[in-house]
Structures are given as C-alpha cells and as structure tokens.
C-alpha cells in the first residue's frame, strides 16, 4: 500500500477513522499489515493537521510516523519502556498514546509540553528536553530491571544528529559490556553518518533480523565454540561482511549485535525487524533510515525550514478592506540572534583572529552568514558542548579569539569545562549566550533560567546583560575585548526596537546606567534591573516616580550606583530574569552586606520552581515579573 503524500498542511480536521478508534497502543498491536498501513497515513494526516493548528516541531515527526506505528506495535508499552532522545520526534508518539484530541494545545499555557513528561503519561517513560540522553536513560531502566527479575524490554530511539554526542558513546560504550536487554534504534535520516546503501543493505539488514538467521547464528556458536580458534574466525568474518554494506563495524566492536540500515519507511519490513529484535537478549542495535519531513512534499524539499512551524491562521471568511491611506510599514525589528550575527562578521573584519564555535546551532543562533563568508574560521561541533568550550580553550591557547555562541540552557553542559578550561587558565573566550530568561513554549528544558547564578560563582568571570539591541552590540564588542572568560546574555527574540549603532565600540564594563531619577514620592524606590526587565522596569519606574537604573553588568556590579542608590532610596528592587536563587539581585545583597550598608531591599525574579511553558508574555505575568507585577509587589512591600 503506498504512502499516501501531502502537499500542504490540511486547516480542517482530517477524517482519521481507524486513528480514532482507539485511545492506547493496545488495540492497534491486534492489527494487520493492511490496518498499519492506513493508521500511518491517518497517522501523518493528523499530525499535520494538528501543528498546523498549534505550531511546533513538525520535520522530524513526519520522519518517524512508520517507526512510531511499529514500535508501539512491536512491544508491549508501557510495561515496555521507549524512551526517545530530544523529543522533537515525539509528536506521533504522543498522538498514539492517548493524546490526540489534546495535540492541538501543545506548547500552549496549560497545554500539552513539547517533549516527553512523565508527568503527562506512563507512555513518556524519560522526560527530555536536551539530545542524546536516550540511551544512558535506557540503559538504566534495563538494568533496573534486571536486577528485578523484570522480563520487560527497554528501547532507545535516537537520531544521528544526537548520536554526535559524547555522553550517547559513553552509553553505546557501558550497554555493550553489560548484561542487560537494551535496543538501541538508530534514526538516521540523512544529515549525518553513512550513506544510504539501497537495497542490497536493506535486504541484508532484514535478513540478520530474521528469526532463522538469528537461530542459525546462536547455535553456530555454540557448534564452532568446540572448535579452537573457529568461533573467533567466524566473528571476524561476519564482522567484515558486515562492514562491507553498513556501519556495523564501530557498534559490533562496542558489543553490540548490528542490524541494518533498513528502510524506516518500509512498514511491514520495520515491523518484523522489531518483533525479531524484541525478543533478542542483550545489546541489539537497530540502524534505520528515515526522511526528515516524509510524506509532506514541502518539508522533505527543507527539512532545515521545516523544523518546526509556528502555527497557521485560518482563512478568514471577510477579507479585510485595505484602508484608504495606510501607513508606511514599520521595519521590522531585528532580533538578538540577528544583532550578534552581524556583530561576529563585523568584528571578524576587523581582527583575523576571531573564530566562531556553535554546537549545531548555526541557524538557531544566526551564524549563517558568518559560516558562508569566513568558512575556515566557522567551526560547528555537533551536538558536544562540553567538546565546544574546550575547543574554545586551545584556540584561545594559541592566540585565537574564540566566540562561543550557544543557549543558555546548553551551556550547562559544558559547565565544568567553562569553569577547568577556561576559567580556570584565565583563557580569553568569548561566550554568546542566547535564549537567556524564559524562552516561551519550549518549556523548563528549554528556559535559561540559571546561567547568571552558575556563572556569577566562577572567578574572573563577566557577565553582561544588554537592555536592548544596541547595548548588546556594544557589549559583545566590550566581551570580546576583554582579556579573560566573558560573557553576554541575551533573550529569545526581538528588542525594544533600539537604533543599532555600525560601529564596533565597547561599553565600560562595570558602569550602570540611570535613565531615570526619582521625584516626590519616588525617591523612595529604586529599581535596579538587569537585562530584559529594564522595558517593565521603565513602566513602573514612570507609574511610582522611582528611579530606574538599568545596571548593564552582573559581574562586576557597579560598586558606587549600588551604594549610592542605597543611600538615596529606602527600597532598592532588583529585577531579572533569571531564578533568584544566587542571581544578579543576591549579588546586590551580597555587596551591601559586604559594605556594612543596612538597606531595605526586594529580590524579584524567577521562582525558586521548573517554570512551564507557554508565551513569555504569560510566564513572565505568571512569575510577577511584568509591569503590573513588579508594581504590585513593590506596593504590598511599601504600601
């Protein structure tokens, strides 16, 4: 039955009977070949129905819609355990799970998460957020389980874009020496690692899954085991022939029994292959090539652009009327991702010794122009952000003027590296930390929420913090500049809209900014804020008649505006967008009590909590920290 393929996204509901007809995988494990087929076309019609709908990650859902059938057909979840790396891939998954009417608010305020929860089902055995965590996760499940006497199977999915990962070899290099029932599926869907082999591989790899294959293979081990030196020669022969038409090779020689590639698309061919492989004991690994995007035309042309969408409008019945004298359109504001991409091409025309380093963020962090015009000074690492800073550190070592652009929340990765590496050597690196404070609908993986507290304990270390597009420049320019570990944090997104200056000047590292001065009443308050929170900052500022200082710098606070708003105001509020919890507004108290300054002072920022997903606009309210929130917490302190 070929597959049935899209060439847009439906914006009505799709008819999907046989998907319907159920709520858990149970009943779709009693249909036959020709019911698999239909329910993976329904399948996919959904899923594009539903992003479409609600937005999020669409590509590498459509790719595992056969896999995501079979595996729930194969084994028995959830007393079987699948666990899938990252999460973007998840969607299909989620829909067979009994959450289909719900894929509709998924990512939204109260909705369904992004990525696998425990909390959301027993059928999200792991929750992820953060690549390549699958099979460490796995691994301990199976062995859990054995030590229970447990006779469940346990399953890994992970894509080749994850398998780039350290911390996934360091799981392939541990499962394959342990005793323990583990299957690893490999989902590569053509970004990275072998290439596709055609038929002859796809005929061989259900062949080495077929049960007499398999038969054959464990009793000629126990027949050439009487034999000296037989058992060995027949290992390595069909070791070689293996690795003559796949990358067998590398995962047989880490103890694992290899299996493909195969067709990941080929339904009934997928569905066999993990029945056989079920029942298999010890490390098995499943190699299966997929398309990023399958079945929507569209996506498999830009399997990049596809990624994920956000979500589409309907069709409005009445087209608006054009009116009469519109005004000229408002440029479009640039975001902070953009601000930095030019700033790394213009900065890297003016000193040959910068280099940018991304873990396969190129797009996400808006280094594509840099990677086209200087293509030998671009170095995108892979998924390895510990690799990443500590590449950071031996160019830095040898002159070089490494610029590491990543997230905030993967930083945490290389955490201990920015501290032995870098910090610790006193190395001239330059971080670019993006998606810093509430990110929106990815969730708690997602939000960077913690870097201001995990970096302001590092010695030597300095953190900025720009409140709009132009700080930000100047910032990076003053990072660069500096002669140790440095970094600048910026949100997700577009600014205030601030005139971006050409040129490359540095800001004073250390010198706050007042932008307002009290009057009246106000002189008793002072916001201090930090970041993103000067734009409500500025709001309140106005509302109370307070002073607004916009500090620029975390580390190292500006000593005298601290200590002279103390002295000036009987409330200084501290604003961030990060956790409290040893951020910017603890550094502020831990300077007054240094001083011996007695002030009354108000830390608002992040919860002491994992915060949820859903538009900044709504976290931020739900935190307190937007306009009307601030105000009214400095009012219930000083009514």
């Not at 010794?353 to 015009?373: C, H, N, W, Y």
């Not at 990072?479 to 490359?504: D, F, K, Q, W």
Request: charged residues 25%.
């Amino acid at each position: 039955m070929p597959m049935k393929l899209f060439d847009e996204i439906p914006r009505e509901r799709p008819a999907t009977p046989l998907l319907d007809s159920f709520d858990h995988p149970a009943t779709l494990r009693a249909m036959n070949a020709t019911q698999l087929a239909q329910l993976a076309d329904e399948l996919r019609a959904y899923l594009l129905y539903s992003v479409g709908v609600s937005g999020g990650h669409f590509g590498a859902g459509l790719g595992v819609v056969e896999l995501s059938v079979a595996l729930h057909h194969a084994f028995d979840t959830p007393e079987d355990r699948l666990v899938w790396d990252v999460g973007h891939q998840a969607y299909p998954h989620k829909i067979l799970t009994g959450r289909r009417e719900a894929m509709t608010s998924i990512r939204q305020h109260g909705g369904l998460a992004a990525f696998p929860r425990r909390e959301e089902s027993a059928y999200d055995t792991f929750g992820v957020g953060h690549s390549s965590t699958s099979i460490s996760a796995a691994l301990g499940m199976a062995l859990a389980a054995k030590a229970r006497g447990d006779k469940r199977r346990v399953c890994a999915v992970i894509g080749d874009g994850a398998l780039t990962a350290g911390m996934a070899f360091e799981a392939l290099a541990h499962a394959g020496h342990v005793d323990a029932n583990l299957l690893v599926v490999l989902n590569d869907n053509e970004m990275s690692i072998s290439e596709n082999v055609g038929g002859i591989a796809n005929y061989l790899g259900r062949m080495m899954a077929s049960t007499p294959y398999l038969k054959m293979r464990q009793e000629g081990k126990k027949v050439l085991s009487r034999l000296p030196g037989a058992l060995e020669l027949a290992r390595r022969t069909e070791e070689h022939m293996k690795g003559m038409v796949s990358p067998a090779t590398l995962f047989e020689e880490m103890g694992f029994n290899y299996v493909g590639p195969i067709d990941g698309h080929d339904l009934d061919a997928l569905t066999q292959t993990l029945r056989n492989l079920r029942d298999m004991p010890g490390p098995q690994f499943l190699h299966i090539k997929t398309r990023k995007g399958k079945g929507f035309l569209p996506a498999e042309a830009d399997p990049i652009g596809y990624h994920a969408i956000t979500k589409l409008e309907k069709p409005s019945a009445k087209p608006t009327p054009a009116p009469l004298n519109p005004a000229p359109p408002k440029p479009a504001k640039k975001k902070y991702c953009n601000v930095f991409g030019d700033w790394l091409c213009d900065m890297a025309a003016e000193d040959e010794r910068l280099v940018g380093i991304t873990p396969a963020m190129r797009e996400g962090s808006d280094l594509i122009r840099f990677s086209k015009t200087y293509p030998t000074r671009y170095f995108d690492v892979a998924i390895a952000e510990q690799h990443a800073v500590t590449l950071a550190a031996g160019m830095a070592c040898e002159g070089m003027k490494p610029v590491v652009a990543i997230y905030s929340t993967f930083l945490q990765r290389g955490y201990d590296q920015l501290i032995h590496d870098v910090a610790v050597q006193k190395l001239d690196v330059t971080f670019a930390i993006d998606r810093a404070g509430l990110v929106g609908e990815d969730g708690p993986t997602h939000h960077g929420s913690l870097d201001l507290s995990y970096l302001r304990c590092v010695p030597d270390m300095v953190i900025l913090a720009p409140a709009d597009e132009a700080e930000c420049r100047a910032m990076l320019s003053a990072a660069y500049h500096h002669p140790g570990p440095a970094a600048v944090r910026y949100p997700r997104g577009t600014g205030p809209g601030a005139s971006i200056p050409e040129h490359l000047e540095p800001l004073a590292i250390g010198k706050a900014e007042v932008r307002r001065h009290a009057d009246g009443e106000g002189m008793r308050i002072a916001l201090l804020a930090f970041g993103s929170l000067n734009g409500p900052a500025a709001e309140v500022a106005e509302r109370l008649g307070a002073t607004h200082i916009n500090m620029r710098s975390i580390k190292p606070l500006d000593r005298d505006a601290v200590l002279h708003a103390a002295d000036e105001h009987d409330l200084l509020v501290t604003l961030e967008e990060n956790v409290v919890a040893g951020g910017a507004g603890s550094a502020v108290n831990e300077l007054l009590q240094a001083e011996g300054v007695q002030s009354e002072v108000l830390n608002l920022g992040l919860p002491d909590a994992f915060v949820e997903h859903g538009t900044p606009e709504e976290l931020l309210h739900d935190c307190g920290l937007d306009a009307e929130g601030i105000e009214a917490a400095i009012r219930k302190r000083l009514p």
